[in-house]
């Protein structure tokens, strides 16, 4: 089975501080990662993913994901946050040898404050 | 290119009620998924369709909840009766199928759904 876990529930960081959210993850196969973001009311926007090749993947909005198979991990990061990047932040991972199914970590929330 | 379409955003019923919620996938994406998205948690898959055939409905309370995808463009989610514990955001998404693979899903604005 394939499950994700984001340890934090939720991050504090001063605008123009670097932003890091933690993800780790469990697959028997390949994994596929995905991070997305949730706005007040709104659907999950896509952020960026992984599948293979280079190890740090650069997405929308000047985020980036560092995928770590020795560590099992996919955090994602950006150098200097901005106040409207405050939202909830969800991991997700695809097994590549079981289907399209996405499992879903619990979601970190994220305050950037002026 | 138009997004992920879903109506309604809101609805309010009383438990035993039935309720449906419609949406209609990006143009040309020939997967759809269904998920459910209790307050504090992740969304979970409730059911996938490839066109108008079911994938993967595993997760899906069919003694409560149905899903069509007829035509295999829009779907209808359908909850009959529903229970206090459906309450809860209902989003759907949509993908292509390129290549014999999945490409990334891309998720409408959901349904939030209250059942009192």
């Known amino acids: 089975a394939q499950s994700v876990a984001q340890p934090e529930d939720q991050v504090n960081v001063a605008e123009g501080n670097p932003l890091t959210v933690k993800c780790t993850y469990s697959?028997?196969?390949?994994?596929?990662l995905f991070w997305y973001v949730q706005y007040p009311n709104r659907g999950l926007q896509f952020l960026l993913k992984?599948?293979?090749?280079?190890?740090l993947v650069k997405g929308s909005y000047g985020f980036e994901a560092e995928f770590n198979k020795s560590q099992t991990s996919f955090h994602l990061k950006k150098p200097s946050a901005l106040v409207s990047d405050s939202a909830l932040y969800f991991c997700?991972?695809?097994?590549?040898?079981?289907?399209?199914?996405?499992?879903f970590g619990g979601g970190t929330r994220v305050l950037v404050k002026p | 290119e138009a997004g992920v379409a879903q109506s309604p955003r809101y609805k309010i019923i009383e438990k035993r009620q039935s309720v449906a919620f419609w949406c209609n996938p990006i143009?040309?994406?020939?997967?759809l998924y269904w998920y459910q998205q209790i307050l504090g948690q992740g969304p979970k898959l409730l059911i996938q369709?490839?066109?108008?055939?079911?994938?993967?409905d595993s997760q899906l309370p069919k003694d409560r909840f149905s899903a069509e995808r007829l035509k295999g463009v829009d779907s209808t989610l359908k909850i009959q009766p529903a229970k206090l514990e459906d309450s809860a955001v209902y989003l759907c998404?949509?993908?292509?199928?390129?290549?014999?693979?999945?490409?990334?899903?891309?998720f409408g604005p959901g349904t939030r759904l209250l059942v009192l």
């Open positions: 998404a949509s993908s292509q199928w390129a290549q014999g693979t999945w490409e990334t899903q891309y």
């Open positions: 697959v028997s196969g390949n994994p596929y």
């Open positions: 992984y599948i293979t090749g280079d190890n």
């Open positions: 997700a991972v695809r097994d590549g040898a079981a289907g399209n199914k996405l499992t």
């Open positions: 143009s040309g994406h020939a997967t």
């Open positions: 369709f490839q066109n108008n055939g079911v994938v993967d």
